[in-house]
């Protein structure tokens, strides 16, 4: 049985960092690409960053460039979402993806206070 679950999150001020995990068992990690999405109160689901098995290929939408960091450590099947310059506008619930699977986490909150 696959199970995704992310932590991490936490309510931090804007301009500060967090990095979220999420551990994946019950699948062979270092074959799928990863993703991690969000979602805003009142919002759809968003896709913000991906990576490849390898971690030779990373995918960030334009308005998390520069400031969000995707990694993997395929040893321990974890996938990392690191976050910097945290703007109130990141807050949401994240949550992380094996690509072209429906396997989701259950998210982690993620508050940042202006």
């Known amino acids: 049985q696959v199970q995704l679950v992310e932590s991490g999150g936490g309510l931090v001020q804007a301009g500060g960092s967090l990095r979220l995990s999420c551990s994946a068992s019950?699948?062979?990690?270092?074959?799928?690409?990863m993703k991690w999405f969000r979602q805003a109160p009142g919002k759809e689901r968003e896709f913000v960053a991906g990576?490849?098995?390898?971690?030779?290929?990373?995918y960030y939408v334009d308005s998390v460039k520069g400031r969000f960091t995707i990694s993997r450590d395929n040893a321990k099947n974890t996938v990392y979402l690191q976050i910097n310059s945290l703007k109130p506008e990141d807050t949401a619930v994240y949550y992380c993806n094996t690509a072209g699977t429906t396997y989701w986490g259950q998210g982690t909150q993620v508050t940042v206070s202006s």
């Open positions: 019950g699948l062979t990690f270092s074959a799928y690409y």
């Open positions: 990576i490849s098995g390898s971690g030779g290929s990373i």
